[in-house]
Structures are given as structure tokens and as C-alpha cells.
């Protein structure tokens, strides 16, 4: 297994892995623009999983200068349960802590229960005290 950080370059593979994923969902925000514009704001933050050059795990993260945001940890079915998942969260956990950043936030889909578990049992708390607002401007709310 090899691990470096994504680049745009990955975009194919990364959204062929994206949609087979259960419990992901992709919007329009998933565009090459849009990864593209994300990885350029915060770079060295996000990672991809490699066996003999195919992409096999994705990891996204960003900060806003106080908190952290990790999202679309994805990994393919033939190689969960090997550690991957836990690798890329700690890479990911890594750079955004050289970044200055200590806490960090995820989302999942409530009906993700295989996301859910693995959040858990990888020391993350879910929030029962703050809920989430969105506001898009435009004519898309599903961005």
C-alpha cells in the first residue's frame, strides 16, 4: 500500500471510487472545479490509498483556520478491514495538526451505519448538542 497526497491528477479515479461507495454522496461541489479549487485552498490535506498504481482510498480534509473538516474517506471494498481507512484518517490527522489545527469535524449520512461504526471505534464523538444549517446560493440546493 502506498499513501501521498492527492492531486487533481486523481480525479478520475477518485470519483469512479466515490461513486461505487456506499454512503457517499456526490454533488456538484464534486466537479473537477470544484476538487480542484479545494485541494489548491488546502493543500497537503487531502490523501489517496494506492496498490500497484490504482487508487483504492481517498481522504479529504480542509480547515478554516480554527477547525478541521475531513471528508470523503472512501476505500474500496477489497481492501477494507486491512488498516487503510485508519492510515488515511491519521494522515489526515497529521497534517491538519502541522496546520495548527487540533479539532477537527466530519459529516455523515444518517442512514451511513458502516461510517457511523467506524467514527466510533476510531475515537470520534457524534454531536448531539449543535445542528447543521446550509444555505446555497443559487438554484441548486443540493451543491
Known amino acids: 500500500m502506498h499513501y501521498r497526497p492527492m492531486t487533481i491528477d486523481d480525479y478520475d479515479a477518485t470519483i469512479a471510487l466515490w461513486s461505487e461507495s456506499e454512503g457517499v454522496r456526490l454533488r456538484e461541489a464534486d466537479s473537477w472545479e470544484g476538487i480542484e479549487k479545494y485541494l489548491l485552498r488546502n493543500p497537503g490535506l487531502s490523501f489517496v490509498a494506492e496498490v500497484d498504481g490504482q487508487l483504492v482510498g481517498t481522504i479529504m480534509a480542509g480547515h478554516d483556520g480554527k477547525r478541521g473538516y475531513v471528508q470523503h474517506l472512501s476505500v474500496a471494498d477489497s481492501h477494507r478491514r486491512k488498516g487503510t481507512a485508519a492510515r488515511l484518517v491519521s494522515l489526515c490527522l497529521e497534517a491538519l495538526k502541522r496546520e495548527g489545527i487540533l479539532k477537527s469535524h466530519l459529516m455523515t449520512l444518517p442512514e451511513n451505519e458502516a ?16 445542528q447543521l444549517y446550509s444555505f446555497v446560493k443559487g438554484d441548486n440546493p443540493n451543491v
Open 115 to 130: 461510517a457511523k461504526q467506524f467514527w466510533a471505534n476510531q475515537g470520534w464523538a457524534c454531536r448531539s448538542d449543535i
